[in-house]
């Protein structure tokens, strides 16, 4: 039987209550709640919260309004992705949740860039920690627990006795996160399961993460990642805002049409074999054309990962993926290509031109 895939970046979370398969049908036909709390959360308070994230963020945060959330980055200057965080506005803070142990790096980023601003953020992970509710029956689950469900996409409301609750965006799939007391995630955990929530662990998570293309910071990037290969322009990059580091890249790369990579969903052929491993090359005749991001086992698809490849490798390539005694026979899925990175929409050059005015 394949070996189940976990992850490093999950270390001390439950992998899975028992029956990963399981748990992802639940999560795919009705409610799961998975443990996230290694997520990091920073608070940005302040007056000038939004007027100074938005010169720092690639998201349009300025008049972000209260009750509301986004996806943002932070990118170096040749507009490499550092950073990916979630955003959420409520009443006077905005708060940011990112991958694990990125929270020391990014708080130094924002103490840096304070200067005459009056803003204050913070490390606020020893305060609260994340959970996921996931499936079709979230709305049901958070009506049956007392709990608000906001509007879809990255609605915010808060919770009672603190933290808030926020709907993502994942492409056909509900859910929603709640950012709790984390000296109450206990009780929480309860008080969801008891609502009809299957208790889950991070592999039904990752495996369903994968299946939406949702990219994860460190596992499907590297040091050279740029926001247009993974599917954040959009999501997490506002094109017709300027006025940020690395925006430069963005409004080229952009404008061509042309990232040098792509993130693709591969299928694989592994058989009995141990999977390939996040940073496993993908090879073509011998060569590398990408690398192997998250791997999971999947309830329905089997293995699958995602991977960045160059861009012109074709869906049909002949490919093979892993190191050592990890190499299996991989194939692109056609319909993981999305059709706007081989050409940019008409009259996407002149809004550019216009978002780098700021």
Request: charged residues 25%.
């Amino acid at each position: 039987m394949t070996e189940l895939p976990g992850t490093d970046n999950d270390q001390g979370l439950p992998a899975h209550r028992g029956d990963p398969l399981a748990e992802q049908r639940a999560m795919a036909r009705g409610a799961a709640v998975v443990d996230r709390s290694n997520r990091g959360v920073v608070a940005v308070t302040g007056p000038e919260r939004l007027s100074w994230l938005h010169l720092l963020l690639t998201q349009h945060v300025s008049e972000l309004p209260a009750d509301t959330g986004t996806e943002a980055l932070v990118l170096d200057a040749h507009g490499r992705v550092l950073h990916h965080m979630v955003v959420a506005h409520t009443a006077d803070t905005v708060f940011l949740d990112t991958e694990p142990g990125d929270v020391p790096e990014l708080v130094e980023y924002l103490q840096k860039m304070v200067f005459w601003s009056k803003v204050e953020p913070r490390d606020a992970s020893s305060e609260l920690a994340v959970l996921s509710l996931v499936g079709p029956d979230t709305p049901e689950v958070l009506a049956k627990a007392g709990l608000p469900a906001p509007e879809r996409p990255h609605g915010v409301a808060a919770l009672p006795d603190g933290g808030f609750v926020r709907r993502m965006d994942w492409p056909g799939q509900d859910a929603a996160d709640l950012i709790v007391p984390r000296d109450a995630l206990a009780s929480w955990w309860e008080r969801l399961t008891a609502a009809g929530a299957r208790e889950a662990g991070t592999l039904a998570f990752e495996a369903l993460r994968v299946e939406a293309q949702r990219p994860r910071l460190h596992l499907d990037t590297d040091e050279k990642t740029i926001p247009h290969e993974v599917g954040w322009i959009g999501s997490a990059v506002h094109l017709s805002k300027g006025c940020y580091r690395g925006q430069e890249t963005v409004a080229r790369v952009a404008n061509l049409g042309r990232p040098p990579r792509r993130l693709v969903l591969l299928h694989l052929d592994a058989g009995d074999e141990t999977l390939p491993v996040p940073g496993d090359p993908v090879l073509r005749d011998g060569r590398a054309v990408g690398r192997v991001g998250t791997v999971a086992v999947h309830h329905e698809l089997g293995p699958v990962a995602l991977a960045l490849v160059k861009r012109n490798v074709p869906a049909d390539a002949e490919l093979t993926a892993g190191a050592d005694d990890r190499v299996a026979p991989v194939a692109i899925d056609p319909s993981s290509i999305p059709p706007e990175q081989d050409a940019p929409p008409p009259g996407r050059a002149a809004q550019l031109r216009g978002g780098l005015r700021g």
